[in-house]
């Protein structure tokens, strides 16, 4: 089993920042890919972006230039600094692990964008 604890979220002006945390506590050595995801009111949860215990990542596209996904394997700690927030960035941001052919997720976190 894997516990995953976001922290970060808030309320934002348009063009503001914030870094999402996710700390991941239990089984933890053989998670490959973390990262996060993101559902806004009325529609499906989306892949925002990824990271591999290798430190490759992965950006949707509209996030790509903004955000930047991180991992501190000692802390076992994925990071998400998000810049240039937009209004269409609202939504509740979860974090994930994939251990094997199992996903464990966070309990997600409130983004707020306001214009």
């Known amino acids: 089993q894997v516990q995953l604890v976001e922290s970060g979220g808030g309320l934002v002006q348009a063009g503001g920042s914030l870094r999402l945390s996710c700390a991941a506590s239990?089984?933890?050595?053989?998670?490959?890919?973390m990262g996060w995801c993101r559902q806004a009111p009325g529609k499906q949860r989306e892949l925002v972006a990824t990271i591999t215990s290798g430190g490759s990542t992965y950006y949707e596209d509209s996030v790509k230039g903004r955000f930047t996904i991180s991992r501190d394997n000692a802390k076992n700690t994925v990071y998400l600094q998000m810049n240039s927030l937009k209004p269409e960035d609202t939504a509740v941001f979860y974090c994930?692990?994939?251990?094997?052919?199992?996903?464990?997720w966070g309990q997600g976190t409130q983004v707020t964008v306001s214009s």
């Open positions: 994930y692990a994939n251990l094997g052919s199992t996903i464990f």
């Open positions: 239990g089984s933890i050595f053989n998670i490959n890919v």
